[in-house]
Each structure stands twice: as C-alpha cells, then as structure tokens.
C-alpha cells in the first residue's frame, strides 16, 4: 500500500516557474513507476509526466514537452515536477500516481495505476 500527498501548488504568473513535489509513504517506493496528471475545470483528466523507478526513463505530454521536468529521489521517497515557463492552459488540479504494474507505453494511461493523491491546485495567471 502506498499513499501518495501533492504539494507545491498555487498561483504562478505565466513565465514564472513552481515545483510540484509527491511525498510517497512505504519502504517499496523505489520499486513504483510514478506518474503526474492534471484536470483543468469541465475538462478530462490527462497525462503530463511519467518516470520509471531508476529515474532513467521519463516521458511527456507534448504539450508541457521542453517545460516541464519529471524527476524523483528514491532516498526521499519524494517525486517532483519542475514547471517552467507555465502557460495559462497549464492551469489544473495536478495529481501524483504511482504503479507497479504496466509497460514503458501505459504510463501514460491512468489506468495503469494503483494509487493517486489528493491532488494539489495550479493556477497560472496571464
């Protein structure tokens, strides 16, 4: 069992730059592949970031590619994402979540996982 708290929200102006972090709970976070999402109001869910458990593969939506950077330390048990040069489309509730299961390519499902936090609200201003 794993349980996952997001922090680092807030409000950011367009340009500026926030970091999100995930403090996981459990001796077997190392073993997770992690992942961010967000939803922005009366839009669905979507993938935004997703790291394997040796922080050698990353992946990213397109739309935050060049932008935004996934990254974890194991020692930690702490996941961050670092959003630079946000844009008022980047606005959402982002959620941190975490699977053992699924390949390289599912990690950007949310079904291929486990766990999620509570999420935490960014809201970036023009």
């Known amino acids: 069992q794993v349980q996952l708290v997001e922090s680092g929200g807030g409000l950011v102006q367009a340009g500026g730059s926030l970091r999100l972090s995930c403090a996981a709970s459990?001796?077997?976070?190392?073993?997770?592949?992690m992942g961010w999402f967000r939803q922005a109001p009366g839009k669905e869910r979507e993938f935004v970031a997703a790291i394997r458990w040796n922080n050698v593969y990353t992946t990213y939506a397109d739309s935050v590619k060049g932008r935004f950077t996934i990254s974890r330390d194991n020692a930690k048990n702490t996941m961050y994402l670092q959003t630079n040069s946000p844009k008022p489309e980047d606005t959402g509730v982002y959620y941190c979540a975490a699977t053992t299961r699924g390949t390289i390519a599912s990690l950007t499902w949310g079904g291929t996982y486990d766990y999620w936090g509570q999420g935490t609200q960014v809201t970036v201003s023009s």
């Open positions: 459990g001796r077997t976070f190392s073993t997770y592949a």
